[in-house]
């Protein structure tokens, strides 16, 4: 089946270390996102990337970095001088033309 | 720039009443409109979406949307509401090219 895996679903950190959340797509698709989630507050735009070794900066970007090294893989690093990382954390893909996004099931992060 | 806005944070339906989640946007251009629904701890799915062809829009599960360019709305719909419909439901809307901005969300109850 083709889709998109994120893993850990769960992950806990102590404050200060840096952690790094998986994304993998089989779908094939060229561009990829990360989204931040806070209740109340939607969706917010991390970093995405169109093709392979480019990506962008989105709304909230400080704090976090990215790559993308595979057309299959575009994993993100919350970093210590991200201030407040506890989050559920969305990974998605989509084909080069503007259409809807694939998500994958997500990574609650919770840090300590 | 472009936004959704969802107006509404928590709508709550008997089963088996219409649902009816509102959704607006901002554009300046024809915009591609998506809704999505997430489910508690899980990524979104798409429900259906808005390309320029028709302007209602019928998706998954009964859900149908009509675009009113007149209104920049883009309403969400079901006849009769079950149980499992309970959710929390975006609008998304995209221009051409990678931005796709996501409404805060409605959290549908449906009461038996």
């Known amino acids: 089946d083709g889709g998109i895996t994120q893993s850990p679903k769960y992950l806990f950190r102590k404050e200060g270390q840096n952690v790094t959340l998986s994304c993998e797509q089989n779908?094939?698709?060229?561009?990829m996102y990360w989204y931040r989630q806070d209740p109340g507050q939607g969706l917010r735009l991390i970093y995405y990337?169109?093709?392979?070794?480019?990506?962008q900066k989105g709304d909230i970007a400080e704090g976090y970095s990215v790559s993308r090294e595979k057309k299959e893989s575009f994993p993100l690093t919350v970093t210590s001088a991200q201030k407040n990382p506890t989050a559920f954390y969305l990974c998605?893909?989509?084909?080069?033309?503007?259409?809807?996004?694939?998500f994958g099931p997500g990574t609650r992060l919770t840090v300590l | 720039a472009q936004s959704v806005t969802q107006l509404g944070s928590h709508v709550s339906v008997s089963e088996g009443a219409l649902v009816l989640l509102r959704c607006n946007y901002s554009?300046?251009?024809?915009?591609?409109l998506f809704w999505y629904v997430q489910y508690p701890n899980q990524g979104l799915q798409l429900l259906l979406k808005?390309?320029?062809?028709?302007?209602l829009v019928k998706g998954i599960n009964g859900f149908e949307a009509e675009f009113k360019k007149s209104e920049t709305s883009f309403h969400l719909t079901k006849p009769s509401a079950h149980m499992s419909d309970a959710a929390e439901y975006f609008c998304?809307?995209?221009?051409?090219?990678?931005?796709?901005?996501f409404g805060a969300g409605t959290r549908l109850t449906v009461k038996p």
């Open positions: 554009s300046s251009v024809p915009p591609y």
């Open positions: 990337s169109q093709i392979v070794n480019d990506f």
């Open positions: 779908l094939n698709h060229d561009a």
């Open positions: 998605a893909s989509s084909e080069q033309t503007p259409n809807e996004q694939f």
């Open positions: 808005y390309t320029s062809a028709a302007t």
């Open positions: 998304a809307v995209r221009k051409k090219g990678y931005d796709m901005r």
